[in-house]
């Protein structure tokens, strides 16, 4: 089995032939395109995670720049590019058999364009409606929805035995994008880098109460050039699949899928938590700590999370993706108490190392989680589609493989989908549960009860001797 060398018919860049589980195939040709495509797609990943969650510090500084909002709007600001991009993901996810990988890839980085250039415009006049800051946060959520079409995508690439890799690489690396909004965004907004085309600066009194000069558009407009850069890059470079061709109705069949279901409540832990974790983060320090700048460190936690999820899936490959995501979620259910014991609460003044140490170990074990968790559900449909077709013959088995794919590829995407709700659902938790009772506690007991239900769900259908589906 070959592919045309140039990996090319007619007018497109689509591969007629791609068989990764053929190990000849696989070691000739498949590899490299492969990897050509992965190392793509992570800095469109890595761009789209930057643009969905550059609000998350853009609304620290919002009050200071004169926008007169409240802490419950702040972290609806915070939350709604999250619930955008959740949802946006559900259609986002059936997009690559579709359309193509490629393609897609490119059109959906382009889109990006679209908040970071309003939103770069909507900062720097304090009387830009709310209402208008609310619809750019949607559009945010372009780059959330980016996700459940990146991972479906690269599943294709590779093989049943390195897609926790590489999914773990895509996904790790692209996440990355959510710590380095957060590390570049004070750095950027303190320099005037655009000159006249990046519009006048803004006077802001910091904490302080020295008065500064910041360019808060910034934040946004840093981006444009970056995503010019990579949308050109994957027109030119990457491939689309011609078997992995598929409708929506092909597709659909994974609603009718128990473990579908299941791994979409687990995915909520893991990366639901991550991402909810980062954008609630930032303004969560600044509403429990007055007088300290989240932005100084807030970018630590998401960074090790994104860093430490290539990992998750490399230790999900070895010894078993149910096993690593079991001890996540007791660990997760650990560090949310400690948190909860570290914030101001009854009169006492709280402890900031306490809750950022606790913090950071939340952060790692759900960047491990989502690693793990995302390695199983390939490896879930994979393993049933061909347990549908043992003892029919290896063309059946062929056949299976590829619908295994498919089906995986669709789950991973609806999965991510669902997940991302995680990053609405914390923050406008937060925000609720401040206004109600003046403290997060109550949200936080509610994460508590969520991981323990976590770990009786792994432990049920994955993890303990004879379940359902061991993976």
């Given at each position: 089995?070959?592919?045309?060398?140039?990996?090319?018919?007619?007018?497109?860049?689509?591969?007629?032939?791609?068989?990764?589980?053929?190990?000849?195939?696989?070691?000739?040709?498949?590899?490299?395109?492969?990897?050509?495509?992965?190392?793509?797609?992570?800095?469109?990943?890595?761009l789209?995670?930057?643009?969905?969650?550059?609000?998350?510090?853009?609304?620290?500084?919002?009050?200071?720049a004169?926008?007169?909002?409240?802490?419950?709007?702040?972290?609806?600001?915070?939350?709604?590019?999250?619930?955008?991009?959740?949802?946006?993901r559900?259609?986002?996810?059936?997009?690559?058999?579709?359309?193509?990988?490629?393609?897609w890839?490119?059109?959906?980085?382009?889109?990006l364009?679209?908040?970071?250039?309003?939103?770069?415009?909507?900062?720097?006049?304090?009387?830009?409606p709310?209402?208008?800051?609310?619809?750019?946060?949607?559009?945010c959520?372009?780059?959330?929805?980016?996700?459940?079409?990146?991972?479906?995508?690269?599943?294709?690439?590779?093989?049943?035995e390195?897609?926790?890799?590489?999914?773990?690489?895509?996904?790790?690396?692209?996440?990355?994008?959510?710590?380095?909004?957060?590390?570049?965004?004070?750095?950027?907004?303190s320099?005037?880098?655009?000159?006249?085309f990046?519009?006048?600066?803004?006077?802001?009194?910091m904490?302080d109460g020295?008065?500064?000069?910041?360019?808060?558009?910034?934040?946004?407009?840093?981006?444009?050039?970056?995503i010019l850069i990579?949308?050109?890059?994957?027109?030119?470079?990457?491939?689309d699949?011609?078997?992995?061709?598929?409708?929506?109705?092909?597709?659909a069949v994974?609603?009718?899928?128990?473990?579908?279901?299941?791994?979409?409540?687990?995915?909520?832990?893991?990366?639901?938590?991550?991402?909810g974790?980062?954008?609630?983060?930032?303004?969560?320090?600044?509403?429990?700590?007055?007088?300290v700048?989240?932005?100084?460190?807030?970018?630590m936690?998401?960074?090790?999370?994104?860093?430490?999820?290539?990992?998750g899936?490399?230790?999900a490959?070895?010894?078993?993706?149910?096993?690593?995501?079991?001890?996540?979620?007791?660990?997760?259910?650990?560090g949310?108490y400690?948190?909860?014991?570290?914030?101001?609460h009854h009169?006492?003044?709280?402890n900031?190392?306490?809750?950022?140490?606790?913090?950071?170990?939340?952060?790692?074990?759900?960047?491990?989680g989502?690693g793990?968790?995302?390695?199983?559900i390939?490896?879930?449909?994979?393993?049933?589609?061909?347990?549908?077709?043992?003892?029919q013959?290896a063309?059946?088995?062929?056949?299976?493989?590829?619908?295994?794919?498919?089906q995986?590829?669709?789950?991973?995407?609806?999965?991510?989908?669902?997940?991302?709700?995680?990053?609405?659902?914390?923050?406008?938790?937060?925000?609720?549960?401040?206004?109600?009772t003046?403290?997060?506690?109550?949200?936080l007991?509610?994460?508590?009860?969520?991981?323990?239900?976590?770990?009786?769900?792994?432990?049920?259908?994955?993890?303990?001797?004879?379940?359902?589906?061991?993976?």
């Open positions: 089995m070959t592919a045309s060398p140039s990996g090319t018919t007619g007018t497109g860049r689509l591969l007629t032939i791609w068989t990764p589980e053929d190990k000849a195939f696989w070691a000739t040709q498949g590899n490299a395109i492969a990897n050509r495509n992965l190392w793509i797609s992570i800095p469109a990943l890595f789209a995670h930057a643009v969905w969650m550059v609000w998350s510090v853009v609304i620290v500084q919002l009050p200071a004169g926008f007169r909002y409240g802490t419950d709007k702040l972290f609806w600001l915070a939350a709604l590019p999250a619930l955008a991009g959740a949802t946006l559900i259609f986002y996810s059936f997009m690559v058999p579709i359309v193509g990988g490629r393609r890839t490119v059109f959906s980085t382009l889109s364009l679209i908040p970071a250039i309003g939103m770069g415009f909507a900062v720097q006049n304090p009387q830009t709310y209402w208008v800051m609310l619809a750019l946060a949607a559009l959520g372009f780059g959330g929805g980016n996700f459940s079409s990146s991972m479906a995508n690269i599943s294709f690439f590779f093989p049943k390195r897609k926790g890799s590489a999914l773990g690489l895509n996904a790790g690396l692209g996440n990355l994008g959510v710590s380095a909004v957060q590390f570049m965004v004070p750095l950027v907004i320099v005037g880098i655009f000159g006249w990046g519009g006048e600066p803004t006077s802001v009194q904490p020295l008065m500064k000069q910041i360019w808060l558009q910034n934040a946004a407009f840093v981006w444009v050039i970056p990579t949308s050109l890059l994957a027109y030119l470079m990457m491939n699949i011609a078997d992995a061709k598929a409708s929506f109705s092909d597709q994974i609603f009718r899928r128990r473990h579908t279901w299941v791994m979409c409540w687990l995915y909520l832990g893991t990366f639901g938590s991550f991402i974790f980062s954008a609630g983060f930032p303004l969560l320090i600044k509403s429990q700590f007055p007088g700048n989240p932005l100084a460190f807030a970018w936690g998401p960074f090790l999370g994104a860093l430490i999820r290539p990992v899936g490399w230790l490959d070895k010894t078993g993706g149910a096993r690593v995501s079991l001890g996540v979620f007791v660990v997760m259910t650990a949310v400690g948190v909860m014991q570290y914030l101001p009169g006492a003044s709280g900031l190392t306490g809750f950022f140490l606790c913090f950071m170990v939340l952060f790692v074990a759900s960047g491990i989502n793990s968790t995302f390695r199983m390939p490896v879930i449909f994979m393993d049933e589609c061909l347990d549908a077709a043992r003892g013959g063309e059946a088995q062929a056949a299976a493989a590829r619908e295994g794919s498919k995986g590829a669709a789950a991973l995407g609806f999965t991510a989908a669902i997940g991302a709700y995680g990053g609405f659902f914390i923050p406008t938790s937060y925000g609720t549960s401040i206004d109600m003046g403290s997060p506690h109550a949200a007991w509610w994460f508590i009860v969520f991981y323990v239900t976590c770990i009786a769900i792994t432990w049920w259908f994955y993890a303990r001797r004879g379940a359902l589906r061991p993976c």
